[in-house]
């Protein structure tokens, strides 16, 4: 049985509103990231649960910077049907995280 329910939550990065839900599965948290043009077209980032332990997924400034990083990466979000996965995302997000601290 889930603890939480999957929610979906809104965020405006460089005047583009995208739309993310964090998804708490049995082995792994998925993180998706929506473009608000099209529903079709996200990005994943995938996270075992044994690595969240530090690492405060909800939180709306590692949303921004992992839009940011999979905009860098090439995710185009105003094209149909584009599609990004990262999996084991944990490296990223503590890469991201120290670059918040420095």
Not at 1 to 22: A, C, H
Not at 35 to 50: D, G, L, Q, R
Not at 63 to 85: F, P, V, Y
Request: net charge positive; hydrophobic share 45%.
């Amino acid at each position: 049985m889930k603890v939480y329910k999957k929610q979906i939550r809104k965020m405006v990065i460089k005047d583009t509103l995208f739309l993310y839900v964090v998804d708490e599965q049995a082995q792994d948290i998925i993180i998706r990231i929506f473009s608000n043009t099209y529903k079709s077209t996200f990005v994943e980032f995938v996270v075992p649960w044994e690595d969240t332990w530090d690492i405060f997924v909800y939180e709306p400034k590692l949303i921004s910077n992992l839009i940011q990083h999979a905009l860098e990466q090439g995710w185009d979000c105003h094209q149909k049907n584009n599609r990004m996965k990262f999996v084991n995302a944990t490296s990223i997000i503590r890469v991201l995280m120290a670059k918040k601290e420095a």
